[in-house]
């Protein structure tokens, strides 16, 4: 038996974008003290899973992130940006301990850059999305909304 981990950061798909998020105005952590985020789109996850079972070499680690090299409001950005919304107020991470509620300032602490070069090279894997751009892009497409200048 062959076993293969997949180490999966954000996922997202047009039914799985942080619009709630945005449309309460949930703050974001300003540019100088802001975290890494990656990402992968879902029908990407998929095809990956499927790779993974076919073609994975024993106990390797496969990181499972799309292109992207990207801090986390600068995702909120896009994604605002991309369905006509509001792009969230910057705060330092003192300001988000006391605006942000916990499990979700937790969650903009962390910060890894991942890199997919062995997902790519080893299962072969051509990526739908390759980059969060492409796949927020392609959402609000699908959605029928036109992208708006950004702010």
Do not use: W
């Not at 003192?94 to 942000?100: G, K, M, S, V």
């Amino acid at each position: 038996m062959t076993v293969s981990v997949l180490r999966v950061p954000g996922i997202y798909a047009a039914d799985r974008l942080p619009l709630a998020r945005l449309r309460q105005g949930t703050p974001a952590i300003r540019a100088e003290e802001d975290s890494f985020s990656n990402h992968i789109h879902a029908d990407d996850l998929a095809q990956i899973v499927i790779r993974a079972l076919v073609a994975g070499r024993p106990c390797r680690v496969y990181n499972t992130g799309d292109d992207s090299a990207m801090r986390m409001g600068d995702y909120f950005d896009l994604v605002a940006d991309h369905f006509g919304l509001t792009r969230p107020r910057r705060i330092s991470r003192t300001q988000a301990a006391a605006e942000i509620p916990a499990p979700l300032l937790s969650f903009m602490r962390e910060s890894r850059q991942l890199t997919n070069e062995r997902l790519k090279r080893e299962l072969r894997i051509g990526l739908r999305y390759p980059t969060v751009h492409s796949g927020v892009a392609e959402a609000a497409r699908a959605a029928g909304i036109a992208p708006r200048a950004a702010a």
